[in-house]
């Protein structure tokens, strides 16, 4: 599976962006698929996560509310929209998909290159 990125941008604090992740091969429906994020300096962290059939979705706290993952298996496509963006979501953002809805960054087989969300304050 390849997944490829787009929709990231510089913001100002309290805009909305919506990312998009676009995945190749018709398997698509048969991964679970995360985003993630990634500040300089930091760790991978986990925002938010999906089932294979969309039924399912699990959030990080610090964006719970404000995020929302979900998916178009028609359109091979995962979706995370992002709203009232605030400095501390400055990140390179990733799309993962794997076997689950999992947290860990590790448990994930296959990743995107990352979009760049800049939110200014």
């Known amino acids: 599976v390849q997944l490829v990125e787009s929709g990231g941008g510089l913001v100002q604090a309290g805009d909305s962006l919506r990312l998009s992740c676009a995945a190749s091969?018709?398997?698509?429906?048969?991964?679970?698929m995360g985003w993630f994020r990634q500040a300089p300096g930091k760790e991978r962290l986990f925002v938010a996560s999906i089932s294979r059939s969309g039924g399912s979705t699990y959030y990080a706290d610090s964006v719970k509310g404000r995020f929302t993952i979900s998916r178009d298996n028609a359109k091979n496509t995962v979706y995370l929209p992002m709203n009232s963006l605030n400095p501390e979501d400055t990140a390179v953002y990733y799309c993962a998909a794997g076997g689950g809805t999992y947290s860990a960054a590790p448990l994930y087989d296959f990743w995107g290159q990352g979009t760049q969300v800049t939110v200014s304050s």
């Open positions: 091969g018709r398997t698509f429906s048969s991964y679970s």
